[in-house]
């Protein structure tokens, strides 16, 4: 695969930005001109070939440097990694699927022999060589969910299951959108998505419960979900609310295209072999305005959907200070044609 990976910041100088093929594999979370709250689950299948779905675990051009973020943000809070220790099973077991994952999926990056539990791994993008005993944590420099998440882009839940529930017991957050891993560790699926407007009414979640301890081995799943953030900062966390949340005041009419960013999460679901746990991943994509209005349709698209966005949705993404502006500026593409079906550019 040719892919050169960027040198770039995701604080202070703010120095990210998408090559344009990172921009044309985008995952634009929308279908249709209209708002519309829906699960989009579907199965965590093989995407076209360059997408962000070609691959169970997607690597891209910003990989290098989101890894050193995250490596900043646990330095400056270990808080944002933490485990109970009935979890450590699950932790081995992620350290499998994304270990294998990545090594298959990009084998000039990445490698993995077993002999037994006799394990070596090679990541060459971040210049490591491990040798270790599977099972054993003396045998890695970190906790086994701790090592290879430093080395896997997307925070990562590991939900265990037990009374008819599933219970975020460990997981890694570097790079979430206002939710807070040390809040939420050790509550149950309804506690930690009890903020949501509008879906406990409509019985979403109760569906999705009902569906997630179905999950079944080697049937992952995934879907989209998005929200809207002021310059590309990964860690838009409660903990580091004193730093991002003035970012909004600063919006103005000549800088929104290049100040307000679209942020989509992948997310996959994987049941684990071992523990019977689940993996929740999100990885996050960025792009700005500026950057989604390569494409025509995708700003006349965007235009629409915040158009017709419940003010109650808004507000829940954080949207209402710059939602207007970000309209106004999108306006200019707007010739009022059709958009073509999907949510690929054209």
């Not at 990445?110 to 270790?132: A, C, E, T």
Request: proline residues 7%.
């Amino acid at each position: 695969m040719s892919l050169t990976f960027r040198d770039e910041t995701f604080r202070d100088d703010f120095t990210f930005r998408n090559s344009p093929a990172a921009i044309r594999r985008f995952p634009f979370p929308f279908d249709r001109d209209q708002y519309m709250y829906s699960v989009n689950m579907e199965p965590h299948s093989k995407g076209p070939a360059g997408s962000a779905t070609e691959f169970p675990i997607d690597i891209d051009e910003h990989y290098v440097s989101e890894m050193r973020e995250r490596a900043l943000v646990l330095q400056q809070d270990p808080l944002r990694c933490q485990s109970l220790p009935h979890m450590i099973t699950a932790e081995w077991d992620l350290v499998e699927l994304l270990m294998t994952s990545m090594a298959d999926s990009y084998p000039h990056w990445f490698s993995l022999s077993r002999n037994g539990n006799d394990w070596h791994w090679i990541n060459r993008p971040l210049g490591i060589d491990q040798k270790f005993t599977f099972g054993n944590v003396a045998t890695l420099p970190y906790p086994p969910m701790e090592y290879i998440t430093r080395q896997c882009q997307g925070d990562f839940s590991l939900l265990d299951q037990r009374d008819d529930n599933i219970w975020m017991d460990a997981g890694i957050a570097t790079t979430q959108a206002d939710w807070s891993l040390d809040f939420d560790i050790g509550m149950n699926f309804m506690e930690w998505h009890a903020p949501v407007p509008f879906a406990h009414q409509m019985g979403v979640f109760e569906r999705a419960l009902k569906y997630l301890l179905n999950l079944q081995i080697d049937k992952p799943v995934r879907r989209l979900n998005w929200t809207m953030t002021i310059n590309p900062r990964l860690d838009t966390s409660p903990e580091q609310y004193p730093h991002w949340g003035k970012d909004r005041t600063q919006v103005t009419a000549e800088n929104v295209g290049d100040k307000v960013y679209l942020r989509v999460e992948l997310q996959g679901l994987w049941r684990l072999p071992r523990s019977n746990a689940i993996v929740f991943s999100i990885r996050g994509y960025l792009a700005s305005l500026s950057e989604l209005a390569t494409s025509p349709k995708w700003a006349r698209r965007l235009s629409r959907v915040l158009k017709s966005l419940p003010d109650e949705i808004a507000e829940y993404k954080g949207l209402s200070r710059h939602r207007a502006l970000s309209i106004a500026w999108l306006s200019q593409f707007e010739d009022d044609s059709p958009t073509s079906p999907g949510c690929g550019p054209d």
